[in-house]
C-alpha cells in the first residue's frame, strides 16, 4: 500500500511559480512510478506529468513542457512538481498518483492516488 499527500498549492499571479510536493508512505514507494493529474471546473482529469521508480525518465504534457519539470527524491519519498511561468489556464486541482505500470499518461493505471491541491493562478 501507498499512501500519497500533496502540498505546496496555492494562488499565484501568471507568470509565477508553484513548486508541489507528493509525500508517500509505504515500503513500496521507490518501486512506484508516479505521475501529476489536473483537473479544472468542468473538465475531465487530465495527465501533467510522470517520472519512473528511478527518476531516470520523465514524460510531460504538451501544455506544460517547458515550464513544468517534476522530480523524486526516494531516500525522502517525495515526488515534486515545480511549476514555472504559470498561466490561468494552469488553474486545477492538482493530484499525484503511483503505479507500478508503465502506461504512465493514463489515469486508469494508476493504483494510488492523493487527495488533490489546489492551484491557482490569476491573470
Known amino acids: 500500500q501507498v499512501q500519497l499527500v500533496e502540498s505546496g498549492g496555492g494562488l499565484v499571479q501568471a507568470g509565477g511559480s508553484l513548486r508541489l510536493s507528493c509525500a508517500a508512505s509505504?515500503?513500496?514507494?521507490?518501486?512506484?512510478?508516479v505521475g501529476w493529474f489536473r483537473q479544472a471546473p468542468g473538465k475531465d482529469r487530465e495527465f501533467v506529468a510522470a517520472?519512473?521508480?528511478?527518476?531516470?525518465?520523465?514524460y510531460y504534457a504538451d501544455s506544460v513542457k517547458g515550464r513544468f519539470t517534476i522530480s523524486r527524491d526516494n531516500a525522502k519519498n517525495t515526488v515534486y512538481l515545480q511549476m514555472n511561468n504559470l498561466k490561468p489556464e494552469d488553474t486545477a486541482v492538482y493530484y499525484c498518483?503511483?503505479?507500478?505500470?508503465?502506461?504512465?499518461?493514463?489515469?486508469?493505471?494508476?493504483?494510488?492516488w492523493g487527495q488533490g491541491n489546489q492551484v491557482n493562478v490569476s491573470s
Open positions: 498518483a503511483a503505479t507500478g505500470r508503465i502506461i504512465l499518461r493514463l489515469d486508469s493505471s494508476y493504483n494510488y
Open positions: 509505504g515500503r513500496s514507494f521507490g518501486s512506484n512510478n
Open positions: 517520472i519512473t521508480y528511478t527518476g531516470g525518465n520523465t
